[in-house]
């Protein structure tokens, strides 16, 4: 609960960083809607009666509707975008949350305007006929009942938040990950950061970010004899292909922090050899088998490994020239380089490049969950920005309410 505080106090700088000022589709965001108040406002200017309050108290009145109904339309909008993963692409957090405060802040000076319209003084002015006591109490206290009523429209664009649960994505995902557990995993970098449990941090924060759709499967190395060709293990059954970690989950999420804090906890876990081919495969089959049991709209693979295979000399082919392979996965294979060294020096790293596959570097905590963030972005809720609008709406919403009339003074 911390974390997600913090992200959200953080949020707007955030924001602020992945802002660029410099594309017109943020300034039509920030000023569209404000466009649209003011058409609004016309229309309903249009269709109603001028208030025997006077043409100034009826303008105030359409631009506080207006505002607070653009707000709304706003708010159904951005919650759409965001369960749809609009702001993974688009990075419009700021303008959007820029033009709804504006809005809201329009509404609220209109509504602190009219609210000067009821007070004794003005009301009598307005009016502009002689009243008995009794009658301008009467008034008086049918003008404050109106102004109540008025404010009840403060709380409608809270009503849209309900449209998160109406078109939340909740079609199921698939995330396959395999960690290289080989010892060289736990040899301390020249960075002062030990990849296995740079890596384990990562996926503890990966995993808790994921949505409530998403389920995860992990496969590490371990132990024990190791076929040297590629084409033989191809060819080889899940159960012919034994030693190999694979962990799933479907919703709790418990269990899986839990299981990866256990991760090479000690030496004798960790393997001897990168057989990173092998358990590529042995993870692809263990995924293929829960993708039948359950329809999967999304399904990627992530490898994280420090060098890819080093028991496997020849890589005369590679997991793309496989139908199987190419057709469970598609293109949402990617793999994080915890090395320094570039493709061109580690064989495996170029095959996966010829293949189209994703590669990123993750040599330290920083780069690591970067890499981690930007390849399973739509798989992941960030809730700083719904986060944000619903502490802007809170803020307007509260301070409205305290705006009164006092008629009998």
Known sequence: MEKVLDDIWLAPLVFWENTDFSNPGFWLHLLLPLLGVWGLAWLLLRFQKSDKLGRKFTIEKSVFLAAYGIATVLIAGYCINWSNGFYQVDRFELADLFALSLCLLIGSMSLMSLSKNYQRSNHQNLIGQPLSRSEEEDQLLAAKGKFEQLKKYLIVPLFAFSLLWVFSNKKYQLVSFVLDTSSSMGVESDQGEIPLETGKRALRKTVLELNDFTDVIITTFQNGDRKNNIDAIINSSESSLKGYNSFYYGEEKTAMINYIGTIGEDEEDLSDYSPVCEVVWKNFLFSQKQGEERNYETISSVLMTDGG???????????????????????NVNIINLNFYSSDDLPFMAKAEECGYGIEMGYDALTFNAALDHILGDFKRNWSFIGWLVIICLVFMFGSFFINVKPFL
């Not at 496997?312 to 057709?327: M, N, Q, T």
Request: net charge negative.
């Open 309 to 331: 295979d080093n028991k496997i000399v020849e890589l005369d082919g590679f997991f793309c020239d496989h139908p199987a392979y190419s057709d469970f996965f598609g293109t």
